[in-house]
């Protein structure tokens, strides 16, 4: 399993990322509770785990209820169209939900504007999140012109309105004191400095430094057995499409707790 996530956080390919929109909802004491969930990666059946025992959790709770979805919906899972699909559908009854982008979920979106560009993306899990809408890219590539019959299965298969959720996709919430976001911050900047792909990619030396601003960052995008806390941030990706497991990170009352 360590092998596997080793192997998982030495892949980045190379580019900046565009600039997405930024959210900010007010006071964290606006919200009841809040309740963010790590990355997906196409894992649909443990999606809808996660939000089964959110609800179950949220039925003591009164007031407005909100739930943050780090990014990474598609790729490495056999699920992605079906993960987009649902969070295309409204959120559970009483709550609000906000899906922020990440590096996966560019990467595809780019992949659509431009597949010969952004071919590379297939070797990070795009070839799974292609099969669930019944592309096989292996067997097109290996067929004359390959490419460009890919590109032209892809542009019919992918639905117009999951091309423009995943452009609407913003990189970054903030609540009060706390920031969500994909990946992490580039140390000591101002979250007005922060670039996307920052936003969307960073590891180190955000991990080992911690955000250095007065905040605490959830944030996914690097994969571990469980649920970790660092200087200034929680990280909550557990690499469900390994493990079977998604991470929903709660919070209330100026408390966190994974549930």
């Known amino acids: 399993m360590r092998r596997l996530l080793n ?7 190379g580019g900046p990322t565009g600039e997405r929109t930024r959210l900010s909802l007010g006071d964290q004491a606006d919200h009841a509770v809040i309740y963010a969930i790590g990355d997906v990666h196409g894992c649909h059946a443990a999606l809808l785990d996660a939000e ?27 699920n992605s169209r079906q993960v987009i699909d649902h969070l295309l559908m409204p959120p559970p009854a009483c709550f609000e939900r906000v899906a922020l982008c990440g590096n996966h979920d560019d990467l595809f979106y780019r992949f659509l504007l431009d597949p010969a560009a952004h071919l590379s993306w297939l070797q990070l899990g795009g070839r799974e999140t292609l099969f669930s809408y019944g592309i096989d890219a292996s067997h097109s590539l290996e067929r004359p012109r390959g490419l460009e019959r890919l590109a032209a299965l892809t542009r ?5 309105h999951h091309v423009d959720f995943l452009r609407s996709l913003p990189s ?11 990946a992490g911050l580039r140390p000591g900047l101002s979250l007005d400095e922060q670039s996307d792909e920052d936003l ?21 995008h690097t994969p571990a057995p469980q649920v970790s806390h660092g200087k200034g941030r929680i990280c909550i990706d557990t690499a469900a499409f390994a493990t079977g497991h998604l991470a929903v990170l709660k919070i209330a009352n100026g408390k966190t707790e994974v549930i």
């Open 7 to 13: 192997k998982l956080l030495g892949m980045r390919p």
């Open 52 to 78: 089964a025992r959110i609800l179950d959790d949220a039925a003591a709770s009164d007031g407005r209820k909100l739930l943050v979805m780090l990014g990474d919906y598609i790729d490495r899972g056999p």
């Open 156 to 160: 019919e298969a992918v639905p117009q």
């Open 172 to 182: 970054l919430l903030t609540i009060g004191p706390i920031v969500f976001v994909h």
């Open 200 to 220: 969307l990619w960073m590891r180190e030396p955000f991990l080992s430094r911690g955000p250095e601003l007065p905040v605490l960052v959830v944030h996914g």
